[in-house]
């Protein structure tokens, strides 16, 4: 069967070409998808797609639609972002972004194309399916706090999802590669933020005021120990401080210090502690400096865990697909990713599908001005896509 959506993959590839430069030309940003959403909505339909539902977090952005089998059968859920990100493209190429301050810097034109390129292959194959397949076209991955992928759980796109696949252009890993990795794959992302109030005095008087950059100046270097000291070496924290504001004048000792910063992790266990462990030393700390301190700790995206039984089967088809050669583990990403909110609710596998191909200058690094996707690839991202849905349908 696998042959069988290969050839479909590649007599679609033309039109996902198309789609994909047409996405790339024209940017929208996250939560500004209504273009994108208008254009998919009117092609799933056109493709017979049933249950095609718009609008998602109080917007006019995101699709989701379903391809119904001749049989009852599980649901298996796939997963495209559609956002552009807000800087200008420096790409000479012919489909180069229209639009000033926004650009595809990381390839969710081409995740949109191939999940089309998927549904094409896919409805050809209906008949023979096993079950349901939902698309799931996702606003807003990269906005951070307001998560396209929560709202749109939140508004039922999960509802009797037995399983969700998704997968990113990797520009790290080469073209013709995928990479897949059972359980934690990419980080959390949260921030953390903190006022340690002090009395501010004169420059020249520091008895007769309360200095708290002495206490956040502690807090920077001790916050380094949670890391050190209080995860797991074997596990991994990356905590960061990336924003101090205080004071006015050379000669006047601030009243307050703000600090911001931002923390990274896998486990669930490592977030909580790091969670716990900043706060603990910034209200210790400020007491020992005779400071106030307030502290706000704020999850913004959670890791991305794998299925493993998903991942092996997203394996399994790359494999015979592009040979053993060309599957790697990944190693561990620090990034984020808002695939994690679906793996919450149901198991799922996020991949990597290899872009990087430095003779066609397409090894940039994802959110730069000169990023782009190798779209020699794109045929495989619609494969496996399409051989995961009809794989776990026939598995169950
Ligand atoms: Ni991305």
């Known amino acids: 069967m696998l042959k069988r959506l290969k050839e479909l993959a590649e007599e679609y590839n033309d039109q996902v070409v198309i789609l994909r430069r047409d996405f790339h030309s024209n940017p929208e940003i996250s939560w500004n998808e209504v273009e994108t959403t208008k254009k998919v909505a009117a092609f799933l339909e056109k493709l017979g797609c049933e249950n095609i539902s718009t609008g998602f977090g109080g917007t006019e952005c995101g699709v989701t639609a379903e391809i119904r089998g001749s049989s009852e059968g599980p649901c298996v859920a796939l997963r495209a972002d559609m956002d552009a990100l807000p800087l200008d493209e420096e790409n000479d190429v012919p489909y180069?972004?229209?639009?000033?301050?926004?650009?595809?810097?990381?390839?969710?034109?081409?995740?949109?194309a191939m999940l089309l390129g998927a549904a094409m292959v896919l409805s050809s194959v209906r008949d023979q399916l096993k079950g349901t397949i939902r698309l799931i076209f996702q606003p807003a991955e990269e906005h951070g706090l307001k998560s396209g992928a929560d709202h749109m759980i939140n508004e039922g796109v999960l509802e009797g999802v037995d399983?969700?696949?998704?997968?990113?252009?990797?520009?790290?890993?080469?073209?013709?590669?995928?990479?897949?990795?059972?359980?934690?794959?990419?980080?959390?992302?949260?921030?953390?933020?903190?006022?340690?109030?002090?009395?501010?005095?004169?420059?020249?008087?520091?008895?007769?005021?309360?200095?708290?950059?002495?206490?956040?100046?502690?807090?920077?270097?001790?916050?380094?120990?949670?890391?050190?000291?209080e995860i797991d070496p074997l596990d991994t924290a990356v905590i960061s401080t990336g924003?101090?504001?205080?004071?006015?004048?050379?000669?006047?000792?601030?009243?307050?210090?703000?600090?911001?910063?931002?923390?990274?992790?896998?486990?669930?266990?490592?977030?909580?502690?790091?969670?716990?462990?900043?706060?603990?030393?910034?209200?210790?700390?400020?007491?020992?400096?005779?400071?106030?301190?307030?502290?706000?700790?704020?999850?913004?995206?959670?890791?991305?865990?794998?299925?493993?039984?998903?991942?092996?089967?997203v394996r399994e088809i790359g494999e015979e697909l592009l040979g053993a050669d060309n599957v790697e583990e990944s190693p561990l990403i620090m990034g984020s990713e808002d695939f994690s909110y679906f793996q919450r609710k149901v198991p799922g596998?996020?991949?990597?599908?290899?872009?990087?191909?430095?003779?066609?200058?397409?090894?940039?690094?994802?959110?730069?001005?000169?990023?782009?996707?190798?779209?020699?690839?794109?045929?495989?991202?619609?494969t496996i896509l399409s051989a995961f849905a009809w794989r776990w349908l026939a598995s169950e």
């Open 349 to 382: 596998t996020f991949f990597f599908l290899g872009t990087g191909n430095p003779d066609k200058g397409t090894d940039n690094p994802h959110h730069s001005p000169h990023f782009n996707v190798d779209e020699d690839i794109l045929v495989s991202g619609v």
């Open 243 to 313: 924003k101090i504001e205080a004071g006015s004048a050379f000669n006047i000792i601030p009243d307050r210090v703000n600090l911001l910063g931002t923390t990274r992790s896998f486990k669930p266990e490592v977030q909580d502690r790091v969670e716990k462990s900043i706060g603990r030393l910034i209200a210790s700390i400020s007491e020992a400096y005779q400071c106030r301190a307030e502290y706000k700790y704020t999850r913004y995206v959670p890791s991305t865990i794998n299925d493993e039984k998903a991942t092996l089967m």
């Open 163 to 229: 399983v969700i696949a998704g997968l990113h252009v990797w520009s790290p890993l080469s073209s013709g590669k995928i990479a897949y990795r059972s359980g934690p794959v990419m980080a959390s992302c949260d921030a953390w933020e903190a006022v340690i109030q002090g009395r501010g005095g004169h420059g020249s008087a520091p008895h007769m005021a309360t200095d708290p950059t002495i206490a956040a100046a502690n807090i920077i270097s001790s916050l380094q120990s949670v890391v050190g000291r």
């Open 96 to 112: 180069r972004s229209v639009r000033k301050g926004a650009m595809h810097a990381c390839g969710h034109d081409a995740h949109t």
